[in-house]
């Protein structure tokens, strides 16, 4: 059988070789879309539930929405282990499933006991499933600086030119943004004018909910031509805020830049973002998706930021502290480097 083999590679040596070559070319494709990374994941299938409730204590948080929360999904099929965390106006629940099921699967089956216990929750409370990554998914980390931007301005520059780009790419879970301020539209009320004026702080926040948004007002049709109606009414500036009409008293519009001070304001921070102890910063953070190739996530990352540098305002620039690439090619290196030692005669 051996003398056989051997005698057909030497009659059809063409064959051979070309046999040889697609052999290397196949195991050398299969090496570079082999998924490497530094650290092994042995995080079990996870689902992450976070609920947030507006103005409750701890207490009221675990008693409250935990409590319910916690017993609707103690049905799941396959599941091993629910654990719960209450904050301040938060709920963090995590639960963990057996080894090998679909994380898919598992998403789904905690979305629908979740919508319907949630119901039941008191008014203000809203909830949803956290990305889908691993408490290794940290792949990419960066700070936005330069350009003599304030906090405010580089946190909006992170929120809504960079996150977005990011978060298109293949394997990137989501990008969360950190430090700075997030820019808000502030009504502070006026105690004295509304108690001169007869209005209610209830009255001010419908004021505010019904008149901040599109409405469609139908067609017109003309001859051939049909236009279509709408009414714009979604707040733009301050002044938008200013002119909203509250009540009427004696004929007269009560607006709420007549009983409130309108302003641009920052959401209340839990939390700051320092760098090398110098002062505060802005940080993006890339979530890697679970079981995706960190390699290949870090080099779309890259070769995104790159292309964005050129559209950000003058002087701005995004200095990167932490890539899970680095890491990964010293991991490889070391292991080559190992592996060719134990070999070497």
């Known amino acids: 059988m051996l003398g056989r083999l051997v005698e057909f590679s030497l009659t059809h040596r063409l064959l051979i070789i070309l046999a040889t070559l697609l052999l290397v070319g196949a195991g050398l494709y299969a090496f570079r879309q082999l998924p490497i990374d530094a650290f092994p994941d042995v995080s079990p299938v996870q689902v992450k539930v976070i609920v947030k409730a507006p103005g409750m204590t701890p207490e009221e948080v675990e008693t409250r ?50 919508a319907g216990v949630l119901k039941d929750m008191p008014s203000g409370v809203t909830a949803g499933l956290a990305p889908i990554t691993t408490p290794l998914g940290e792949m ?20 809504w030119v960079i996150r977005p780009a990011l978060r298109t790419l293949a394997g990137v879970a989501d990008v969360n ?19 001169a004026r007869g209005v209610s702080v209830d009255m001010l926040q419908k004021a505010l909910e019904a008149n901040n948004r599109n409405g469609g007002a139908g067609r017109l049709v003309d001859g051939e031509e049909v236009l279509l109606v709408r009414v714009d ?113």
């Open 65 to 114: 929405v935990t409590v319910p929360l916690e017993l609707e999904l103690l049905g799941i099929p396959n599941k091993k282990i629910i654990r719960s965390v209450s904050k301040y106006a938060l709920a963090d629940v995590t639960i963990d499933f057996e080894e090998g099921i679909d994380i898919y699967w598992a998403r789904n089956q905690t979305s629908e006991r979740l």
């Open 140 to 159: 990419f980390m960066f700070t936005i600086e330069g350009g003599d931007l304030s906090l405010a301005e580089r946190r909006s520059v992170l929120d």
């Open 177 to 195: 943004s950190l430090g700075g301020y997030v820019r808000s539209f502030e009504v502070v009320p006026d105690n004295l004018e509304m108690a």
């Open 233 to 345: 009414g979604s707040v733009r500036a301050l002044d938008d805020l200013r002119s909203i009409v509250v009540a009427t008293r004696e004929g007269r519009m009560v607006r709420i830049g007549d009983v409130a001070e309108v302003r641009i304001g920052n959401i209340t921070r839990y939390g700051a973002v320092t760098r090398d102890g110098e002062g505060e910063a802005v940080q993006g953070l890339v979530l890697g998706l679970r079981g995706a190739n960190a390699r290949d996530v870090v080099e779309a990352v890259r070769a995104k930021l790159t292309e964005l540098e050129p559209t950000l305002p003058p002087g701005v620039k995004l200095r990167v502290f932490y890539d899970r690439g680095d890491l990964v090619a010293r991991a490889v290196g070391t292991v080559s480097r190992s592996l060719l030692e134990a070999t070497a005669p």
